[in-house]
């Protein structure tokens, strides 16, 4: 159910493009935003907390964070203008809003970040397009259009085809690319985004009474847990915490690069199903393996049955955690309480005085999903009220 690639190439690095002092800009934005608040952090026994970014913006999902921070620089660096000095007010000043509206956006998701791109289109006042791999359920798209500003199709293709496919509609139509994953020569945007992520892991440090030993960190391409490991090392660069991905069986390039443990990333290997969505991405962010592939301590493989326990530990704890959401509490419970798992413990100096840092990533996302793994509720686990 569980596997673990320890990574044999850890090594110090340095990511000061996202230190506290670097990501100023970023804060100031999010704190312009009228649906700004700073989103829970719950601590359960063991020394586990959780940030529950089921609350961000009311989109129950944290990718809205570097959405918008990215689309506001591209519009800027657009306009001409100085980020730094630039409110929301000063875009809706003449002649700033005609020239926004013709604005098109384009980017592919599998539901969280279009909801994000959508929801800040919205706000920001200009149009995106969005368009979701092979077996997304059509309410994610439904969610989507009623974020903000933004048409959404379902493709016949697998997230990365489809990401490769919306790079070139966005050059034939001239619209702007905003993707939530870099490849070599596409790096500005998505080192936006990550930038944008840093506000859940500054916002958990001002919240936590101590500071947290290990941060187990949920990747799909990975920019959200190379953002945070960033975030983290460059806050505690004499204690860092330990580091570890978190990944579907089924989709797990980071393990699949520490296994293969080269110093390279890999693709994942597996067939892409599992109900992980937000999680289920085959090719690693460029950017996020040049933290991880040095930072982190190795990653997991997880079947789907982990997180179907971590949805209903945390529905038990008063969290709403959806499938990408729930993993790392499903998986910490089980590393903590299994003594099949002692090895894994030991590498990972995960003893009784270890202060958790985890990230409930999504709320109920597919309504549909969330109800039927509630009544699901297994021995000893409640369903939700
Ligand atoms: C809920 C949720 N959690 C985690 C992730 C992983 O983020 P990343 O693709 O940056 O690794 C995603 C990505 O869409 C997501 O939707």
Redesign the pocket.
Known sequence: MIEFAANQRQRQISASDFSFDRTADVRRLHYMLSAYAETPLVRLDRGIYVKD?SKRFGIK???GL?GIYAMFRIICRELHLNPAETTLDTLRESPYPDRIRRMEFITT?????GKGVSWAAGILGCKAHVYMPKGTVEARAQAIRGAGNADAAITNMRYDDCVAWTRELAEAKGWLLIQ??SWPGYEQVPLWI?QG?TTLFYEAVSQMKERPTHIF???????????IAAAALETCPDRPPIIATVEPTEAACFYESFERADGMPHMAAGSGGTM????N?AVP?TL?WDILGGCAAGGFACADEVTCHGMRLLSKAGITA????AVTAGLVDLLLQNSDYEGIRKQLRLGPDAVILL?N??GD?DPENYRRMMMMAGDGEASAD
């Not at 960190?217 to 953002?227: K, S, T």
């Not at 992980?276 to 999680?279: D, S, W, Y």
Request: glycine share 20%; hydrophobic share 40%.
């Open positions: 970014e999902a944290f990718k570097g998701t599998d539901g969280n970040h939530d994953t990550m992520y960190l949920q990747a799909g391409v990975g920019a959200m847990a190379g953002a992980m969505a937000g999680l991405c962010c996020a959806g499938e990408s959401g990230i990533t999504e996302t």
